[in-house]
């Protein structure tokens, strides 16, 4: 991917002792939200505090083959900036040159801090007020320094990037080849006429195999069991013929529309009618690989559609690299690592020069930010998140949590613009703090109700969702659009007057 070193350049490294709003997280949400932060709150200060040297976030990070979005570029895009390139399903390099075209134009670059790491985030009561313990990188070392802000804003995601999921494989200290993580991946990497073996069937899996099958001798999927996968076109046709009738802004807004009705629909068929999905599935897997046998053993997962996120390959280039030779799939478990490569409890044997172990991520909830409130940390596990962005137990602060069903930029617009809303709010009323408080008794519910292994590992560390109303974490984004920012904050968010905090900060002053 090109480098994006030269945004130090132009960006100032200053850190002031205070801002309105800190931003975490300088990748899509993050840029984002810098956007609808200036926008609809030209008065407040923000700055976007980046731990790594460049933006991007994920796309910046994963460098492996083929890496791209599995969620169309007109709703995984920015509403606000026109997607123009040729792909709708786009690769890596792609989408992180659209993050850095977006933060230059609209000057969001000035914000962004680099280098600079939250270690702990303390809010005050009494001062209304988070002091952020920072770590910065500097020409000679790293030093820590401190700084406050009114609201803190989560936008790094819900992924550890130091940190995967990595299973215990026996005998792998006696293999042979070479094993990467897809998520590390070594830029000297030489797979070049080598056999590959590539462990995992989720998007990442499924991304690899095609991109490495051109360039390798042979590349095989080794899965545990299959995993929904669906062919879909690389480009929008009727996208394109819109591109050229109508001028950009227009074009983009009715490509979105028509891509989330579709999406949408698509979605709730699946979950309301999961035998007629998986026909229609099968038949189109079918249709495309010719081998009805293999779709059986290899393409039938066990579950329904969208119990699991739906994984979809452009262009059906995993298909096609099976039905070229260059590619296979393999359903079995792993008994052991062997010098020449994997022995499968069916005891055969794998040869590999190269293994990618594709096992998925690690969660980590706001980039692991652990919340304290006047010094005492606030256990996650017990809160209850409000309209999918703020939550209990914690003033001022929001966090951006994407869809799992749907492009993740299209609720984490929706949470920017809200935490827009709940801070223009506090303006008004001359408020210090706002926190989310139940108006009822919930009843509790995971955060991300998905049956994926990388979800169950961790989600128990999470806060909870409740049962409706603004409490449920709802997978739809038509439903949210018409509703998130309607919301009657003064229902379910607590405020506290600013004079109350000056009265506060006057008795302590006292008594000091």
Not at 145 to 174: E, R
Request: hydrophobic letters at 40%.
């Amino acid at each position: 991917m090109p480098s994006t070193a030269t945004s130090r350049d132009h960006t100032s490294t200053h850190l002031p002792d205070h801002v309105d709003v800190v931003v975490v997280g300088a990748g899509l949400s993050g840029v984002g939200a810098g956007y609808r932060l200036q926008t609809e709150l030209p008065g407040r200060s923000y700055l976007i505090l980046e731990s790594r040297d460049t933006m991007g976030g994920t796309w910046d990070l994963f460098r492996y083959p083929g890496v791209r979005s599995d969620s169309d570029m007109f709703t995984l895009g920015y509403p606000f900036k026109p997607w123009r390139e040729a792909k709708s399903i786009a690769d890596g390099d792609s989408i992180l040159r659209y993050i850095q075209e977006t933060a230059s134009e609209f000057g969001i670059d000035e914000h962004i801090r680099y280098g600079t790491k939250v270690l702990a985030a303390d809010f005050s009561t009494a001062d209304a007020l988070w002091t952020l313990t920072l770590e910065r990188r500097t020409p000679d070392g790293t030093e820590q320094v401190t700084m406050t802000t009114g609201f803190l804003y989560s936008c790094a995601g819900y992924y550890d990037y130091d940190q995967t999921y990595a299973p215990t494989f026996a005998g792998i200290d006696d293999f042979a080849g070479e094993v990467v993580h897809p998520q590390f991946w070594p830029e000297d990497l030489d797979y070049a006429g080598k056999k590959v073996v590539v462990i995992g069937s989720g998007a990442t899996a499924v991304t690899l195999v095609p991109s490495m099958a051109s360039v390798a001798s042979h590349v095989t999927m080794l899965q545990r069991s299959p995993t929904w996968i669906s062919a879909v076109p690389g480009r929008d046709k009727k996208a394109d013929a819109l591109r050229e009738l109508l001028p950009a802004d227009l074009a983009h807004r009715i490509i979105r529309a028509k891509n989330i009705v579709f999406g949408t629909a698509f979605y709730e068929f699946c979950r309301r009618r999961p035998q007629q999905a998986r026909t229609l599935l099968l038949g189109l897997t079918t249709k495309i690989l010719k081998d009805p046998d293999a779709v059986a053993e290899h393409f039938t997962p066990s579950y329904d559609p969208w119990d699991q996120r739906l994984c979809a390959v452009p262009n059906a280039d995993l298909f096609k690299a099976m039905k070229a030779g260059d590619a296979s799939v393999v359903t079995d478990t792993i008994d052991t690592f062997v010098p020449e490569g994997i022995r499968l409890s069916s005891g055969e044997v794998l040869e590999a020069d190269v293994v990618v172990t594709a096992t998925g991520l690690q969660l980590l909830a706001f980039g692991g930010i652990e919340p304290h409130v006047d010094g005492a940390p606030v256990p996650l596990d017990e809160q209850f998140v409000w309209q999918g962005a703020m939550m209990t137990g914690v003033p001022n602060f929001a966090v951006c949590i994407g869809y799992t069903n749907a492009s993740w930029t299209l609720r984490a617009d929706l949470s920017s613009r809200l935490v827009c809303k709940v801070l223009a709010w506090m303006d008004r009323h001359d408020y210090a703090a706002v926190e989310p408080v139940p108006d009822r008794e919930l009843q509790e519910r995971p955060l991300l109700d998905l049956a994926a292994g990388y979800v169950q590992r961790s989600i128990a560390a999470f806060p909870r969702q409740g049962d409706s109303g603004p409490w449920r974490v709802r997978q739809s984004y038509l439903v949210d659009a018409a509703t998130t920012m309607r919301t009657n904050l003064a229902k379910t968010l607590r405020a506290t007057p600013r004079s109350a905090t000056r009265q506060a900060a006057d008795r302590d002053l006292l008594a000091g």
